[in-house]
T-cell receptor, first 109, second 114 residues
């Protein structure tokens, strides 16, 4: 069963703009992670936020976590063509890493 | 070495064939995972190995048989698959199971069952 639900399912923005993706989950979590997947390839870990953290930054990435609403957001600032990919949130629980449905991000030149 | 290596990259097999997917990591990780991913869908967890023992089987059909010969290797044995089993199979590892661990993924094996 899937843990997270991302929205939007697909997002197209102009290069240089900011992209925001949201993730909601159903059960309690230990942490919330975000991964990127380029077309048909393996996933790359981007950032992990612990359940007792509210915000975390890494380069052009900013992640927030609201455990009361069971939701998280990923913000990519100053988007680049290379950011075109699918983005998934994932949660650790009971030795499992479970992925949400993902957002397909397309950066337009 | 921060890589998870999967072989083969592509595999075409008939429904009566037996084949194996291989996964290798040399990061000293003690948790390893198999995921199945269909096009435009998220990865679905199949199996988790923790310290070389199968800890989680997500009700996967017996035509998929995992094996962990040692702490660096993970295999997925395939037998009598169906065309709907065609997918990208991803292997991952993490330092240990648990609370604050990220997973490292291989590039996957693209499996086609004919």
């Amino acid at each position: 069963s899937q843990q997270g639900e991302e929205d939007p399912q697909a997002l197209s923005i102009q290069e240089g703009e900011n992209a925001t993706m949201n993730c909601s989950y159903k059960t309690s979590i230990n942490n919330l992670q975000w991964y990127r997947q380029n077309s048909g390839r393996g996933l790359v870990h981007l950032i992990l936020i612990r359940s007792n953290e509210r915000e975390k930054h890494s380069g052009r990435l900013r992640v927030t976590l609201d455990t009361s609403k069971k939701s998280s957001s990923l913000l990519i600032t100053a988007s680049r063509a290379a950011d075109t990919a699918s983005y998934f949130c994932a949660s650790n629980r009971d030795d499992k890493i479970i992925f949400g449905k993902g957002t397909r991000l397309h950066i337009l030149p | 070495d921060t890589e998870v290596t999967q072989t083969p990259k592509h595999l075409v097999m008939g429904m009566t064939n037996k084949k194996s997917l291989k996964c290798e990591q040399h990061m000293g990780h003690r948790a390893m995972y198999w995921y199945k991913q269909k096009a435009k869908k998220p990865p679905e967890l199949m199996f988790v190995y923790s310290y070389e023992k199968l800890s989680i089987n997500e009700s996967v059909p017996s035509r998929f048989s995992p094996e962990c010969p040692n702490s660096s290797l993970l295999n997925l044995h395939l037998h009598a698959l169906q065309p709907e089993d065609s997918a990208l199979y991803l292997c991952a590892s993490s330092p240990v199971n648990g609370v604050y661990t990220e997973a490292f993924f291989g590039q996957g094996t693209r499996l086609t069952v004919v």
